[in-house]
């Protein structure tokens, strides 16, 4: 099981994120690199990729408001 | 939406956009892309995203704030045989440009008596609901429907905004193209989740002038565009709860107007609502009532109806502005009163 | 750069040309218009705007182009059409609304399109100035040669297409040339009382671009300043502007009885006719001799009669062609 988290790099402040869309169907299977979600801070959106090949489960769904570090989704290989 | 093929990427309207102008960039040189913060920014609302980096500045240019200009060199380019895509930040902006647009874009090929060809297509936002104000919230769908000689379309999801956004790109004639920012997948704007679907990464069009029924149903015939849509999809929602089975028909186009899905639904209904974000008099509302009412009326067991934007500037206070939209509220009210009425 | 003898006696054929359509149409418009005056009626209905007088602006200019380079032009075109080798007999038969004609009587007048020439008109005042950049653009992008020519008048460098176009010119370096021809009136308006300069090729340096000035409605030197502008933009080197004092020998449109227009300083400007003016400095030169004049004249009324023949004999279309054309 390989975790997708809130990137830490992304901004220097502790701001939180809000999840504003996700590209994948939840279940769907993926592969390292594919674009899977779109995250805002502020108003700047970042891009989020999978780290692996796997199925890919929704942990934080759309509109969730997020902290650097916490788990958005899950890839079980 | 029986069109959508079973697959696992989904993609916003903006993304969507993109992809489908990427894709025709590289299989022809002639597109280009040109607008105000296009290239740098890939667009205020996301639609060059990634355009920039993989074509150049002599491709995707930033423009200088001079819409009568560009708009008119799109016109000048188009007719020398390349095949511009042009941005028009908000469609409010038309006032400062509208020549360049309905004199020469739309009417040059006729002018010519078809001999000069104008293979552009103008991409422009719509929509409010958000306090932007009354110059940065309209859709004006109405006013550009209105005037002959350009085609109009209007996404209301990913996978229709990447089919019609190729089609316009490979049609021959001027292709207005508005999307609406509700839609379009910018965090910081709220997006409607309905819009997010998903898209082959395939190249394939959407029929212009091609409207889908999006729901069947068979008590009363939904029409609308755009975000409209999302209204009615929720209505019917609510609806099926009371025992009304709404049928919800996405135009897609309003230039050419489906006249026939939109006759076919009604004659199978008997019952007519247009929702409509644009201003209520001398619009797309009316245009699609007089489309089935001047064919028969016999056909109707209610009169039509129309939820649509009343005819107000749109004010800024928050409270007001939600007060004067169009929502799926509305569309059940308005439907109960129809379902209880006589013919 | 000074034309050749071949180049002058184009000019000066061309001028002839121009002006004898001019007189034709005149004659033909005001038919079915007399006693009473409805723009409506005649063989030629609408608008008519003659461009008498103006012909050294479009021969001096188009004497270096050909028919890959791109043309726009306002509502007084009918001499810039004429030089740019824009089909006569088909010109002639838009204007009398033919089946026959450029467009099959769509356009008219004001809407005369010659794809074979790269020409094109609008009559929304500075509406072509934005075409022409795009056009440029296109050459540019392509890497195909040619540069594009805008003409408008002197009212036109007050609207706001003048400015932009100017600029978005300037600042992608594009091979177009804005030509101005400058007859003193935007209807009855004069250029003193409604421009804050009164010479606009001041305006080019605004734009960062080199402005010129042709006094006296000269065809050779017209010739001269748009053979170094033409030059330049073939080049890549980028825009220019040249703004050209010439004359309005007609009213704005057909009807118009110019009363705005001191009788004294109107006398002036119709007396300064170019074209016996060129005929005189050519004879002078020694460039024509009176015979070959005579052939010219000839020459050129004849097919300006060719043309109004055939569109006199050409039909009109059915009704419902209206209806055709919007899409292709």
Redesign the interface.
Known sequence: MIDIVVPADRWDSDDQAVITVWLVQDGATVAAGDLVAEIMCVKTQHEIRSPSNGVLSIVATVDSVVSKGDVMARIAA | MSDIQKN?????IA?GMAEAIAAEMRADS?V?VMGEDIAKLGGVY?NARGLLAEFGD??V?D??I?????????????????R?IVELMFVDFFG?CM??IY??MAK??????????VPMVLMTSTGGGYSDGGQHSQCLYGTFAHL??M?VVCPSNAYDAKGLMTAAIRD??PVVYMYHKSLQ????LG?E?GS?V?VPAAAYEVEIGKAAVVREGSDVTIVSLALGVHHALKAAVRLAEMGINAEVVDLRSLVPLDRETIFNSVRKTGRLLVIDEDYSSYGVTGEVIATVTERSINILKAAPRRVAYPDIPIPFARHMEQFALPNAEKVVRAVEEMMGACS | MEPTIAQKLWMYETMLVSRFFEQSIERIYMEGKSPVFDMADGPIPGEMHISKGQEPCAVGVCAHLDSSDIVTAGHRLHHIAIAKGVDLKKMMAEIFGKESGLSGGRGGHMHIFDAAVNFSCSGIIAQGMGPAVGAALSRKMQCKPGVAVSFIGEGAANQGAFHEALNLAAVWKLPVIFVIEDNSWGISVSKSASTSVSRNDVRAASYGIPGHYVENNDPVEVFKVAGVAVARARAGEGPTLIEIQTTRLAGHFMGDTEDYWPTEERRRAKASDPIPRFHEQLLADGVLTATADEEIRYRAQALVDEAVVFARESNYSAPEAALEKVFV
């Open positions: 696992e990427r989904k993609l916003t993304r002639r280009f996301g002599q491709r240019l423009t200088p001079s819409e009568t200009a560009f708009i008119g060199a799109g016109v000048g380019a188009a007719s020398d045989g390349m511009p400062v020549d360049a004199n020469l040059n090929t006729y002018f010519s008596g078809g001999n000069v060809r002959p000689g085609k021959d004639n997948g910018m965090g910081w997006t989740a997010v998903e």
